[in-house]
């Protein structure tokens, strides 16, 4: 069973850089399937951020596109979420997934438990 | 690209069947039969309910149905229970690899 898990800073200053990494289990990233970032700020509703596949290759959300970096790396069986100049409206609930199957989907089946990164001074 | 649009709420008794709706345009919902739902319950992450409008992913119960006419898709929960009070959300391939997501709409089970 794939098990994700989400790791970085709580608390991001504005202007700064939000990067987040997550670890998966159970699974070898380099066997293929699509991995995402999708958010959620407080009490609202869920945004797409970017998806990236086991050769490197990202799609991104055109409202966050010049932001927003994904790269996967294998050899520790980990994807990463970089989000430079955030500000407060970047203020979330950040969770990694995994699509439902090895094709092109945004559809995702497997999701970390989340976590909060806080933007502010 | 522009959220999909859902209702705020939506409720209904032990029992009874209530649909939840997920509207969107001709360059989204409209044009493809990639809508998902996923249901997702305070503090927790999303759960996978449906996909391709109308798949079920295994486990999940056959109570809960997909459908879509035009630029709307629907999610259908028959025999309301009182674990399917949650958040529930649609998403929907809008093109150039791009996905998009409603709103949400809190289902509560009186």
Sequence with gaps: ?121 | QSALTQPPSASGSPGQSVTISCTGTSSDVGAFNYVAWYQQHPGKAPKFMMYEVSKRPSGVPDRFSGSKSGNTASLTVSGLQAEDEADYYCSSYAGGNNWVFGGGTKLTVL
């Design chain 1, 1 to 121: 069973q794939v098990h994700l898990q989400e790791s970085g800073p709580g608390l991001v200053t504005p202007s700064d850089t939000l990067s987040l990494t997550c670890t998966v289990s159970g699974y070898s990233i380099s066997n293929g399937y699509y991995w995402g970032w999708i958010r959620q700020p407080p009490g609202k509703g869920l945004e797409w951020i970017g998806t990236v596949y086991h050769s490197g290759a990202t799609y991104y959300n055109p409202s966050l596109k010049g932001r927003v970096t994904v790269s996967v790396d294998t050899s520790k069986n980990q994807f990463s979420l970089r989000l430079t100049s955030v500000t407060a409206a970047d203020t979330a609930v950040y969770y990694c997934a995994r699509v439902y199957n090895s094709g092109w989907t945004g559809d995702f089946q497997h999701w970390g438990q989340g976590t909060l990164v806080t933007v502010s001074s």
